[in-house]
T-cell receptor, first 111, second 113 residues
Framework: QKEVEQNSGPLSVPEGAIASLNCTYSDRGSQSFFWYRQYSGKSPELIMSIYSNGDKEDGRFTAQLNKASQYVSLLIRDSQPSDSATYLCAVRSYNTDKLIFGTGTRLQVFP | EAQVTQNPRYLITVTGKKLTVTCSQNMNHEYMSWYRQDPGLGLRQIYYSMNVEVTDKGDVPEGYKVSRKEKRNFPLILESPSPNQTSLYFC????????????FGQGTRLTVV
C-alpha cells in the first residue's frame, strides 16, 4: 500500500461545477496535511493546509480531514479553466517528520 | 520577497560529468529538501537537512550528494550522472520540521545523455 494515495485522473468537470479531489494515507500518526497545485512544468504551490478533523474553507477551496478514516479531500467550488492543474496531496508524519506526497490528481476544467 | 531559488533551470549534460544544482532560500528556514519528480512516481525525497551541517538520506539518495555549510544554501551534487537521473528536480524549504508547509524552488529539468 502506498503511503499517500490519489487517483491520477484526469478528473474532468465543467466550468462552474464543484471538483472533488480525494486522498488517503496509511500512517495513523500523521498530523499535518497539505494540498498543493502544480501546473505543468512548474513548481508545486501550497493552496491549503489542514491539521484537525473537519472542514477548512479558504475562498473557493475547502479541505476536509477525517483522521479516523485516514482521508483528506479538497473541494473546489465554481471551478474555472485556470484551475486545470495537477493537485498533490502531502502528508507529514508526526513520527518521522517526513513529508510524503501522493502522485497527484490531474484536474481538467472545460468551458 | 520570500523565495527559494534554484539554478540552473535547465541542464543537459553527458554521462559521468559532475554537476551541481544550487538552491538558496531567503526565509531563514531550518529545514531544506531535495526532491525528484518523475511521471507516475510523484515527488520523491532525495536528501534533507534539518540545519547547518545536518543532512540525511531521503527515499532515493543513490547517486547524489548534498552539503549544508550555510543555512540558506543546500546544493545537490551529482558526482557521476547517469541517464536514469534524468528528471525534474525541486528544492524545498520549511521553517522547521513540523506542521509547516514547504516552499518550492522553480525546478531544474536535468537531462543526462
Amino acid at each position: 500500500q502506498k503511503e499517500v494515495e490519489q487517483n491520477s485522473g484526469p478528473l474532468s468537470v465543467p466550468e462552474g461545477a464543484i471538483a472533488s479531489l480525494n486522498c488517503t494515507y496509511s500512517d495513523r500518526g500523521s498530523q499535518s496535511f497539505f494540498w498543493y497545485r502544480q501546473y505543468s512544468g512548474k513548481s508545486p504551490e501550497l493552496i491549503m493546509s489542514i491539521y484537525s478533523n473537519g472542514d477548512k474553507e479558504d475562498g473557493r477551496f475547502t479541505a476536509q480531514l477525517n483522521k479516523a478514516s485516514q482521508y483528506v479531500s479538497l473541494l473546489i467550488r465554481d471551478s474555472q479553466p485556470s484551475d486545470s492543474a495537477t493537485y498533490l496531496c502531502a502528508v507529514r508524519s508526526y513520527n518521522t517528520d517526513k513529508l510524503i506526497f501522493g502522485t497527484g490528481t490531474r484536474l481538467q476544467v472545460f468551458p | 520577497e520570500a523565495q527559494v531559488t534554484q539554478n540552473p533551470r535547465y541542464l543537459i549534460t553527458v554521462t559521468g560529468k559532475k554537476l551541481t544544482v544550487t538552491c538558496s532560500q531567503n526565509m531563514n528556514h531550518e529545514y531544506m529538501s531535495w526532491y525528484r519528480q518523475d511521471p507516475g512516481l510523484g515527488l520523491r525525497q532525495i536528501y534533507y537537512s534539518m540545519n547547518v551541517e545536518v543532512t540525511d538520506k531521503g527515499d532515493v539518495p543513490e547517486g547524489y550528494k548534498v552539503s549544508r555549510k550555510e543555512k540558506r544554501n543546500f546544493p545537490l551534487i551529482l558526482e557521476s550522472p547517469s541517464p536514469n537521473q534524468t528528471s525534474l528536480y525541486f528544492c524545498a524549504s520549511t521553517r522547521d520540521r513540523r506542521n509547516t508547509e514547504a516552499f518550492f524552488g522553480q525546478g531544474t529539468r536535468l537531462t543526462v545523455v
